[in-house]
């Protein structure tokens, strides 16, 4: 389960405008790129300057394109690929909001890191914004297998409410092995991660360049891992396929390229937990909870964020509500204006009450009366009864708007649209929520409600009461 929380801390975005320059690498394009402040709620937003119109791609988990080493956005025409790294820096960073107007198709390689990005973006500031931040917040298991059970990714709840991500990757090769690295939280991100490069087979580069990738491939902006053995023929081949015959390059066996020397023992598992970070920033908000990915990559990346994002979706639209929060009406507050007893008082609780609207609860235990009848080893409480209970909410509704509350009772004058969708059962929590469908007045309440469990709907109806004066 996934739920939609408010925290108290707040949105952020930068503090002023910073500019990158550099070559995109597939397309070996010069880009100039512009970071610029964004208002709350907005954001992560890419401009294509360069195109007609100037279209912005939101980046959002809906709008990849393309997953195929590295992560495409696009809208209609209009394309951002290598996304994941600047978005990687702006999470890093705890930033939610900010305009990326670029005047090409890929953001700039750089080093190959999100280390030249948080860099800058520390260097012009980051602001707080009035708004309150958003989070994603896991509490149950969310499991993503691909078809062929190469990657897998598991969302677990993270008792800490920290943002925290584990990762192994197992390429089954003599340089690589298997590798495992570790974000605990979020803050940890700029030291431990944010410089670390991404990372390329040398078997690979003449076959990528084959397909008119890499263009802008550098040996100076990635991890070469030589598996086996080249002679020197080999690897002239090589470089003059990628455009880098003048490059001196010693190949000494298996291990890391000469160009660079690995930052960590683990640089490219802690390169594939950047990309995570990066390609799920698209979920559109940060994430509190636990990833776990085994051989990930960024199309089980993107997928998994979809999974992620569908069970949001799901669950936003079940009202969340903190039953344990001290009540407006106790027991003992409701006893005082309702005339119901034992075993017929039905509410435990109210927990709001509004201009137009009402919230109760009532927790179900096996000790109900009614269970020793309804059903004898299979406890289900009655519709009838859930409605009772629902119509004693809105008895407090009523009877919380007219002065000397004891000397009024409520009686039924109406019920329409009764539903049930699901069984009660002992250990439920039931939470009333009723809406006026007509204002008040002449001591007549017209309302709508809801019983939920766990968010979800287990019976409904509208109901019409009159408020009467009873006693002197």
Not at 334 to 361: A, C, N, Q, T
Request: proline residues 5%.
């Amino acid at each position: 389960m996934i739920n939609n929380i408010r925290m108290t801390d707040k949105q952020k975005t930068l503090k002023k405008t910073l500019k990158f320059e550099g070559i995109g690498l597939h397309t070996g394009c010069i880009v100039q790129m512009e970071l610029l402040p964004a208002p709350e709620n907005h954001g992560f937003v890419f401009q294509r300057t360069d195109l007609e119109g100037e279209p912005s791609i939101p980046a959002l988990l809906k709008n990849v394109v393309s997953s195929d080493r590295g992560t495409t956005i696009g809208v209609k025409d209009a394309t951002v690929s290598i996304t994941e790294h600047l978005l990687a820096a702006l999470v890093g960073l705890k930033v939610d909001n900010a305009l990326i107007k670029l005047n090409g198709p890929e953001v700039p390689i750089l080093d190959g890191s999100a280390g030249p990005f948080v860099e800058k973006l520390e260097s012009v500031g980051i602001v707080d914004q009035e708004a309150d931040k958003q989070y994603y917040e896991i509490t149950e298991n969310i499991y993503y297998e691909d078809e062929n059970g190469n990657s897998e990714m598991l969302g677990v709840v993270e008792p800490s409410g920290e943002y925290r991500i584990t990762v192994m990757v197992d390429y089954h090769s003599p340089v690589l092995g298997t590798q495992h690295a570790s974000m605990y939280k979020i803050d940890d991100f700029k030291e431990e991660i944010a410089g670390c490069r991404t990372f390329v087979f040398l078997r690979e580069l003449e076959a990528l360049a084959d397909r008119g990738l890499i263009k802008g491939g550098d040996l100076d902006n990635a991890i070469v891992l030589v598996e086996r053995k080249y002679s020197q023929e080999e690897i002239k081949a090589i470089l003059k396929k990628i455009g880098k015959e003048d490059k001196e390059v010693k190949v000494e066996g298996l291990g890391v390229l000469n160009t660079v020397k690995l930052k960590f023992p683990n640089e490219p598992a802690r390169h594939k937990l950047l990309d995570i970070v990066g390609d799920l920033a698209l979920l559109g908000r940060p994430i509190r909870g636990h990833i776990l990915a085994a051989r990930s990559g960024h199309f089980s990346n993107v997928a998994f964020g979809k999974k992620l994002l569908a069970r949001f979706q799901e669950m936003e639209k079940k009202p969340f509500f903190d039953t344990t929060k001290k009540p407006l009406y106790d027991i003992n507050d409701i006893s005082r204006m309702l005339p119901h007893r034992y075993p017929f008082l039905l509410v435990d609780k109210i927990m709001e009450i509004s201009e137009d609207g009402i919230i109760g609860v009532k927790n179900v235990t096996m000790n109900e009366q009614f269970f020793q009848g309804h059903f004898p080893g299979n406890p289900v409480m009655p519709g009838v009864l859930q409605l009772e209970a629902l119509a004693q909410v809105g008895g407090v509704f009523a009877l919380s708007k007219v002065k000397d509350p004891e000397l009024y009772s409520t009686y039924f004058m109406k019920i329409d649209n009764v539903r049930y969708k699901k069984k009660v059962i002992p250990g439920d929590t039931l939470v009333f929520i009723l809406k006026l469908i007509s204002p008040f007045r002449r001591g007549i309440v017209h309302m709508e409600g809801k019983v939920y469990v766990n968010g979800d709907v287990v019976s409904q109806a509208e109901m019409m009461a009159q408020v009467v004066k009873d006693k002197e």
